[in-house]
């Protein structure tokens, strides 16, 4: 079944305290995204990779980091949470053809941190 | 900037009721839209989208949706609606230049009454 996975799906941390969420997807896509969504607000980008080795600033990256070292994985790092990182979390996926194509959203990490 | 308004963050319809949640966009260029639907604790699902072909296009569970470039709209509609229906539904424009994202509105939450 092609799909996007994450995890973990809920996660609650402290301030300070250094954390990843995982994001791989099985359809062999090019295009990998991170969102974050707040209520009022919808879907903002955090990251985006257009390939292996080359990700680049969405449109709130302050206090995030992606990396890309192979095609199905691309995690999200927090190095210093902060409360106002408390989010729900989505990755997102897409084939090369171009922004016509549908964007595969996986389940959504919920993150709290106090 | 290519942007997206929806209209109505709540909307609220009896079962068997017309379904209408409006979506305008703004660009410069021409638009690929989308609408997505978000159920509880669950990740964002396509609905359907429009990429220039034909301007009524018809997507899953009944919905389907008008391009009216006069309008800058891009209307999500159902006939009648069912309590299954019952979630939060996002209009999103791709932008196609630079980080190739999806821009969303803020989101309607759809409620069904008996």
């Known amino acids: 079944e092609a799909q996007v996975t994450q995890n973990p799906r809920y996660l609650i941390t402290v301030t300070g305290k250094k954390l990843t969420v995982t994001c791989s997807q099985n359809?062999?896509?090019?295009?990998m995204s991170w969102y974050r969504q707040d209520p009022g607000l919808g879907l903002r980008q955090i990251y985006y990779s257009m390939n292996v080795e080359v990700t680049d600033k969405g449109d709130v990256p302050e206090g995030y980091k992606v990396s890309r070292k192979e095609k199905r994985n691309f995690p999200l790092i927090l190095e210093s949470p902060s409360p106002n990182q408390t989010s729900l979390y989505f990755c997102?996926?897409?084939?090369?053809?171009?922004?016509?194509?549908?964007?595969?959203f996986g389940p959504g990490t919920r993150l709290l941190v106090l | 900037a290519q942007s997206v308004t929806q209209l109505g963050s709540h909307v609220s319809v009896s079962e068997g009721a017309l379904v209408l949640l409006r979506c305008n966009y703004s660009s410069s260029v021409p638009p690929y839209l989308f609408w997505y639907v978000q159920y509880p604790n669950q990740g964002l699902q396509l609905l359907l989208k429009?990429?220039?072909?034909?301007?009524l296009v018809k997507g899953i569970n009944g919905f389907e949706a008008e391009f009216k470039k006069s309008e800058t709209s891009f209307h999500l509609t159902k006939p009648s609606a069912h309590m299954s229906d019952a979630a939060e539904y996002f209009c999103a424009v791709s932008v196609s230049q630079g980080a190739q994202k999806l821009v969303f509105g803020q989101g309607t939450r759809l409620t069904i009454n008996p």
């Open positions: 997102a996926s897409r084939g090369a053809g171009g922004p016509y194509e549908t964007q595969y």
């Open positions: 429009y990429t220039s072909a034909a301007t």
């Open positions: 359809m062999n896509h090019e295009y």
